[in-house]
């Protein structure tokens, strides 16, 4: 039996500082499921204006749109 394993990340890069926030640890860190409903319910359009606070310079930012 193959087991097929996903693997995924959803990376946006900070407009404050720079660094790239992985959205979906981000996601895991807040215990929050949203980023992963939204994407794997074909409602990419939905994370449009979604509220980001960045882990490492804890400025606030909003997503403008998911690119594939």
């Known amino acids: 039996m193959n087991t097929a394993f996903l ?20 996601e895991s860190d807040s215990g929050d499921n949203d980023i992963a409903l939204r994407i794997f319910g074909n409602r990419w359009d939905d994370l449009a204006g979604y509220d980001i606070e960045c882990p490492h310079c804890h400025n606030d930012f909003q997503i403008d749109k998911v690119e594939y």
Do not use: R
């Open 7 to 26: 693997d995924w990340s959803l990376d946006v890069e900070c407009p404050h500082c720079k660094e790239e926030v992985d959205l979906v640890k981000y």
